[in-house]
């Protein structure tokens, strides 16, 4: 199943590529793909994920363009987070787990774009966040209706747990942004932290946004240590919120003693 998984990962981190790319050229989604620079389409045998950009020594057959490493980074990430989706939240034999797993692959494919576009262009693209907005409330609505008599507390409600936190993250990024002058923070992560709040729901929207601004220091420290970056470049935010919610989800499924732990910070 593992396996399965990984290789779905690795067609759909290919197609997420082409979205990025796409979303910001303004072209269609549907055309062949073709090499940025001589715009000669890639032959179907040239589009193997991770394979062909390894046997092509990473440039383009026809010009010699070289092709940035980060298509085979994001086609290598979608793999593994397909196959934790496949490995954490599905059951074969589980029906009620298929509903579960779609969501999360779903989900964790936007987040990608999120995370590669903020990173690429610096900007955050709204129309995949509020694609992504709309899916969990849809999402949360179906789960709601079926636990709805069994609730114990408002909090066990997804929709009120994840939009009372979405509305907390939402404040404190606008916030910043707002006394700031968009130095610190823009107010495109006002509405990526929405994002966060909605899926983590709350307590966790504490320990994501926790681990989002501690992974941000650590990088944002190694890039003045390598001297990359000055204390005052810029760098984007939404991929350490992307990569917040990607462990805050994932890391009590794969260690289940650290929930407890979590819990308690
Ligand atoms: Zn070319």
Same mark, same amino acid.
């Given at each position: 199943m593992f396996i399965i998984f990984l290789m779905l990962g690795l067609i759909i981190g290919s197609f997420l590529n082409a979205v990025v790319y796409r979303l910001n050229a303004v072209e269609s989604l549907w055309e062949r793909s073709h090499c940025p620079k001589c715009k000669r389409q890639i032959r179907w045998h040239d589009n193997i994920p991770l394979l062909s950009f390894l046997l092509l020594s990473a440039k383009c057959r026809d010009c010699g363009e070289k092709i940035s490493c980060s298509y085979p980074a994001v086609e290598f990430?979608?793999? $593994?987070?397909?196959?934790?989706? %496949?490995?954490?939240?599905?059951?074969l !034999?589980?029906?009620?787990?298929?509903?579960?797993?779609?969501?999360?692959?779903?989900?964790?494919?936007?987040?990608?774009?999120?995370?590669?576009?903020d990173l690429k262009y610096m900007e955050i693209p709204m129309l995949i966040l509020w694609i992504a907005v709309g899916a969990v409330l849809?999402?949360?609505?179906? $789960?709601? +209706?079926? =636990?709805?008599? %069994? =609730?114990?507390?408002?909090?066990?409600?997804?929709?009120f747990s994840g939009i009372l936190a979405g509305a907390v993250a939402f404040a404190f990024f606008f916030a910043l942004?707002?006394?700031?002058? !968009?130095? +610190?923070? %823009?107010? *495109?992560?006002?509405?990526? *932290?929405?994002?966060?709040?909605?899926?983590? %729901? +709350?307590? !966790?929207?504490?320990?994501?946004?926790?681990?989002?601004?501690? $992974? *941000? =220091?650590l990088f944002g420290i190694g890039l003045v240590l390598f001297r990359k970056k000055t204390m005052k470049?810029?760098?984007?935010?939404a991929p350490f919120l992307v990569l917040g919610i990607f462990l805050t989800i994932l890391l009590p499924r794969i260690f289940p003693q650290l929930k407890f732990f979590l819990f308690y910070i």
């Open positions: 990430s979608t793999g $593994i987070l397909f196959a934790l989706v %496949g490995k954490y939240f599905f059951v !034999e589980n029906t009620a787990t298929y509903l579960p797993t779609f969501f999360f692959l779903v989900m964790f494919s936007l987040l990608l774009i999120i995370f590669v576009y849809v999402y949360y609505l179906a $789960i709601d +209706w079926k =636990a709805f008599s %069994g =609730a114990t507390s408002i909090f066990s409600l997804k929709l942004a707002h006394f700031s002058k !968009e130095t +610190w923070m %823009g107010y *495109g992560d006002a509405y990526a *932290g929405l994002l966060v709040g909605l899926l983590v %729901g +709350w307590p !966790e929207i504490f320990i994501s946004l926790m681990l989002s601004f501690t $992974i *941000g =220091a470049s810029q760098v984007p935010f």
